[in-house]
């Protein structure tokens, strides 16, 4: 009797991701108005972002698909974001625009250079060469860090348009967060560049060897 082919859609990790884009959406719903519902929205789906790597992992349910959710709503969910300050701060949007084209590019090309190798995850691929990125995918608390300080660099500035927070020593606490985190956001682009040139060099790789494949011996 042949056994039951599994569903990838409804892996336990995938239906973590579905409910993600839900708080994603609801998020981009309530933030031009109520940052309260928000924030709420925004920050429940970045916590579950922790709980389908472990799902996946205890589950044993890695999949290509997974990775691509994953991958694509941390993304939209950021860009969604910068959007929104793009409004708030109009003078800024350049800047604003140029980290949403930098992040979606570079992870795009870092994921699909990866699949392309026969990847399954966009964290597997080969870092030996370089010493940046070995740091910051071997070591889960320098990635966990810079994950962290990037999203409360953006969330800072949404937050500062509607209340300066809780005052401390005469500073407002989310200006001092937004101070605190802007270094490693700038970082975090700079990292999001190294993935773009890593990607562009696997792809070109791939591209030469399958022409050489091609050619009459």
């Known amino acids: 009797m042949a056994s039951e082919k599994e569903n990838v859609f409804l892996f336990v990790p995938n239906i973590i991701g579905y ?7 609801l998020s981009f719903y309530y933030m031009p108005h109520n940052y309260i519902s928000c924030s709420i929205c925004y920050i429940v789906s970045v916590i579950l972002d922790a709980f389908d790597g472990h799902a996946a992992r205890y589950f044993n349910q890695s999949s290509k698909f997974g990775a691509m959710l994953d991958q694509l709503t941390d993304r939209c ?3 969604g974001l910068l959007v929104t300050l793009c409004i708030f ?8 625009q140029l980290s949403m084209v930098i ?9 699909h250079s990866t699949i392309l ?4 995850s966009h964290k597997l691929i080969d870092l030996s060469g370089n010493p940046v990125m070995k740091l910051y995918y071997e070591s889960k608390l320098v990635l966990g860090f810079m994950c962290m300080t990037n999203e409360l660099f953006y969330a800072g500035l949404y937050l500062y348009h509607f209340t300066p927070g809780p005052m401390i020593l005469g500073l407002s606490s989310i200006k001092l967060v937004i101070m605190l985190t802007m270094p490693c956001a700038i970082v975090k682009t700079l990292i999001s560049v190294i993935h773009g040139y890593v990607a562009c060099c696997n792809i070109a790789t791939l591209d030469v060897a399958e022409r050489e494949k091609l050619k009459p011996n």
């Open 19 to 25: 409910l993600r884009i839900v708080l994603a959406l």
């Open 77 to 79: 969910g950021t860009m």
């Open 89 to 96: 701060y109009p003078k800024y949007m350049l800047i604003f």
């Open 103 to 111: 992040d979606i590019s570079c992870h795009w090309l870092y994921l």
């Open 117 to 120: 190798s026969g990847k399954s």
